[in-house]
């Protein structure tokens, strides 16, 4: 783990525009800096980046955060490879936390294989381009596939000669750790010694999303070889078949660029389609889809168009895991390569913009695919016809979005028409599955989402429950004083006591309510009770990214609350420590007398329906209550809430 002083080295010489700008081509303005936003199509700048406060902010897709966060988000990184890049960039040494022998030799395992895996990748490469066998048979075989030198170059494709152990022999003479050998999977042990695994194949080297060999992919040659056509990897410390997407390093900034995700099923499309200037296609490697590998489409964008061979085995891989893509809110389309093709042999045969002309003509719609394919197994079997409604009713009800509600009533429409059932029944059937999750989710989500789902009630109960609702200005005095503990929690009041533990004292008794401003509060206590004087700077390179979120969206100008008091009582902007405890004052009377006035709404509705015994009780609540009110309002020097 990344030590908390070489995380500080680095974030003391971040500079945003220098990082950014490796990316963007900015123009000063002002004392911000302007350029077209890397994240969508603009044609006018509105992308801005502030050197003063080190966040960026476009206006047009609402993109913001900080330099971590940038190279996050353009580049795909974790928030680790993050600081390893900006680490680099500076020439600043990582320092490591102490770990424990199992770490370090978990950390020593992976840094062989990778060192392993380079040395095979630049073996097998030389093989392919610098012997006589690899020009009469590897290269005749790609060349003869339609592969050329500038796609099998960037995708380091490489050979692994027919000899028993070339790349072993090579790999011992290089010292490099036997005991590793087996796990890599390219050499194997017969009979007392080290063979190639990868014999006379053709060898695609796996990287991950930052460029790392990771494994191969080993391809068949010989036509009558009855060896299986492909062998992988063997899975490993560094190599999880189910985490990775072949191509994804190279197709990334494509995806991303244009927003839809091609998936393919080998290696060969992926690099056929590459090739043909299609680059934002990844390959599943002809398995099911899994959980881990929709979520990394996810990270680069929503719309997952499959493209598989048409035949009944295509259809099939085709509809594998895509339910679970509709979980994960990804919107999924099928094309349907004909005439017994595949994504490679296609695209060579009609080139490229046919095959781009093609795939956007051809597009199912998964939900209403996958509906006929079912259908036409169903038959005339009325126990599956009613089991294959409630399917559909509930893969419906997973469309809850409000934008997506003309979306949702086409597909009832549609569904229903291919089922030959009424309208109205699908509709209150796939009512019912968003109400049955929605009881079942209710208690993981924020109250605020809880609230927007929740059915209307019962003529006479709007107003008890308006009371209890957590509104938009309620979360706006929160965001203010998080803020102000943020920006000023490390200034010392003239009791010599530090802000923030000021703070905490005062709202003791009237806490936080937005789970994302106490988690935020949380993260910073934590530090600030290990003495670490947290401030925005640096919260917003906090290791967690739900803090750096939100540590940057309070930055934001639309956030920026705790002027907007002052102006409201005409008061001049802070020039000292002096202004500063008096806005803070401010915000916290502002925040508590909103506080004291709900529960005066509150103890008013109690009093309405208590018994007689109870009513001279809230009475006395209600006689306080007032009190307080009335003190917190004289101290603002107005009455501002109605």
């Not at 979360?475 to 803020?483: C, G, M, T």
């Not at 005066?600 to 209600?622: F, G, R, V, W, Y």
């Amino acid at each position: 783990m990344i030590t908390s002083n070489t995380i500080q080295q680095i974030t003391n010489r971040i500079d945003i525009i220098d990082v950014v700008g490796e990316f963007v081509k900015l123009k000063k303005r002002g004392t911000n800096f302007i350029g077209n936003c890397p994240f969508h199509n603009e044609k006018s700048p509105s992308f801005t980046v502030s050197p003063a406060k080190e966040i960026y902010k476009c206006f047009g897709c609402g993109k913001s955060g900080n330099t971590i966060t940038f190279l996050m988000e353009h580049e795909k990184y974790s928030y680790v490879e993050s600081l390893r890049w900006l680490a680099a960039r500076y020439n600043i040494e990582i320092e490591e936390t102490e770990t424990s022998p199992a770490q370090k030799l978990a950390q020593q395992v992976a840094d062989s294989l990778y060192a392993i895996n380079n040395f095979a990748m630049d073996f097998f490469a030389k093989q392919y381009w610098e012997t006589e066998a690899g020009e009469s048979i590897a290269q005749s075989y790609m060349q003869h596939r339609g592969f050329l030198k500038p796609i099998v170059e960037k995708f380091k494709i490489g050979y692994n000669p027919s000899d028993k152990d070339s790349l072993a022999k090579a790999l011992i003479q290089n010292q490099f750790n036997p005991e590793l050998f087996a796990k890599t999977g390219l050499v194997v042990e017969r009979n007392g010694e080290w063979q190639d695994n990868y014999r006379d194949r053709i060898i695609f080297p796996i990287h991950n999303t930052t460029g790392k060999i990771i494994g191969f992919g080993a391809r068949q040659i010989a036509k009558n070889d009855k060896s299986p056509k492909y062998i992988n990897s063997p899975e490993n410390d560094i190599y999880v078949k189910s985490k990775i997407l072949y191509g994804s390093y190279f197709a990334r900034t494509s995806i991303d660029k244009l927003n839809e995700c091609l998936l393919v099923e080998g290696y060969t499309d992926v690099v056929s389609l590459h090739q043909a200037g299609i680059e934002n296609v990844v390959a599943s490697g002809g398995t099911s889809l899994t959980i881990d590998q929709l979520r990394l489409i996810k990270k680069y964008t929503q719309n997952l168009t499959i493209i598989y061979d048409g035949d009944a085995a295509g259809v099939k891989a085709a509809l594998r895991g895509l339910d679970m893509a509709l979980e994960e809110g990804l919107n999924v389309q099928l094309v349907l390569i004909p005439d017994k093709e595949d994504p490679d042999s296609y695209v060579n045969k009609v080139g490229p913009d046919a095959f781009r002309e093609f795939v956007q003509s051809a597009k199912k719609d998964f939900v209403l695919f996958q509906l006929e394919v079912q259908l036409k197994e169903v038959g005339g079997d009325l126990n599956k016809k009613n089991a294959l409604v409630n399917q559909i009713a509930e893969t419906l009800s997973k469309i809850n979005k409000p934008e997506d509600f003309t979306k949702l009533q086409e597909y009832v429409r549609k569904c229903s028409s291919l089922l030959r059932i009424d309208e109205t029944g699908l509709t209150q059937l796939v009512n019912k599955f968003k109400r049955d999750k929605i009881v079942k989710e209710e208690k993981k989500m924020s109250y605020d989402e809880a609230a927007i789902l929740m059915p209307s009630f019962p003529q006479g109960q709007e107003q008890q429950q308006d009371t209890d609702l957590f509104t938009d200005k309620d979360l706006a005095h929160e965001k203010n004083l998080v803020k102000l503990i943020i920006e000023y929690g490390n200034e010392l009041t003239k009791e010599n006591k530090l802000v923030a533990q000021w703070i905490f004292d005062e709202i003791e008794s009237f806490p936080l309510e937005n789970e994302d401003m106490v988690y935020l509060i949380e993260a910073y206590k934590k530090w600030f009770y290990a003495g670490k004087l947290p401030n925005g700077k640096t919260l917003q390179y906090h290791e967690d990214e739900k803090v750096q979120k939100w540590v940057v969206s309070l930055f934001e100008p639309d956030h920026e609350l705790s002027t907007r008091w002052n102006e409201k009582l005409g008061k001049p902007e802070r020039e000292d420590v002096k202004d500063i405890i008096n806005e803070i004052e401010i915000g916290l009377m502002y925040f508590k007398l909103r506080k004291v006035k709900k529960m005066i709404s509150q103890n008013q509705m109690d009093l309405e329906t208590a018994p007689e015994k109870e009513q001279i009780q809230l009475l006395q609540i209600h006689k306080h209550l007032k009190e307080v009110e009335r003190e917190l309002t004289q101290g603002i020097g107005t009455v501002i809430m109605k």
